[in-house]
């Protein structure tokens, strides 16, 4: 059992560079989501899916779009990194919606630079 | 003021030393999830609680709703629990999870 699948665990970009970062899971999870981490701060929330076709903002969207491919995937795109963007970014997953009253699992995460 | 306060920040100790970390929070919640990220760092939940205690295996984690206080105990430390422990709370006034900035344990043998 897999859990959530993140690729890639290494990336750095030129500015101005784009990329997509996959996320997969494997435990028919409704809700999925988008995290980035960066020293000295806790976890912000980039996007969210409550379920299958739905997406919507968290607290640091600007320069990123994500796709819910289906119940499995959430993608999540940088259009046009920036140095800002160097960050460590997590996907993760719950059973429930957005109560978070459901325990999050996580993948092993994705350093990315953007010089 | 952070709404969610985690002490200490660093935290070292021999191996079997008894650990406690704090979490404060400021905000009203229906839940708080203590979570580890180990040094590879990959992030695991440990405990999602909204009242009482909860314990699993060497860890136990305790939660005071009227005080706004959490505590996650390790007893007998070891080497392996070295890692960064978070805490996050479920905020029902703003819907969201938010998360402290992680305290860093190291147990040296």
């Given at each position: ?12 970009l030129?500015?101005g560079q784009?990329?997509t ?14 995290y ?12 969210y ?5 739905t997406?919507d ?8 779009n994500v ?21 460590v970014?997590?996907?993760a997953?719950?059973?429930?919606g ?9 993948g ?6 953007v010089? | 003021?952070n ?6 920040q660093n ?5 079997g ?9 400021s ?15 990959g ?5 999602m609680l909204s ?5 699993h295996?060497?860890?136990i984690?305790t939660?005071?709703?009227?005080e706004k206080?959490?505590?996650l105990?390790?007893t007998a430390?070891?080497?392996r ?5 978070i ?12 998360f ?9 043998p």
């Open positions: 059992n897999a859990g959530v699948t993140q690729t890639p665990k290494f990336q750095v030129k500015t784009s990329m970062l996959q996320c997969a899971q494997d435990m028919n999870h409704n809700s999925m989501y988008w980035r981490q960066d020293p000295g701060m806790g976890l912000r929330l980039i996007y899916s409550a379920s299958e076709g997406t903002k968290g607290e640091v969207p600007n320069g990123y796709s819910r491919l289906n119940k499995r995937e959430f993608s999540l795109r940088l259009e046009s990194a920036a140095p800002s963007q160097t960050s970014y997590f996907c997953s719950s059973d429930q957005m109560s978070y009253n459901s325990p999050l699992h996580f092993n995460g994705t350093r990315l630079t010089t | 003021k709404e969610v306060e985690q002490s200490p935290l070292t100790a021999q191996e030393e008894f650990i406690t970390i704090n979490c404060s929070y905000v009203g919640i229906s839940a708080l999830h203590w979570l580890q990220q180990h040094p590879g760092g992030i695991v939940s440990l405990f009242s009482g205690k909860k314990k295996g060497r860890l984690a939660i005071n709703i009227q206080h959490s505590s105990h390790i430390s070891h080497p629990d070295s890692a960064v422990y805490c996050a709370v479920d905020s029902y006034n703003t819907d969201k999870l938010i402290g900035t992680g305290t860093r344990l190291q147990v040296f």
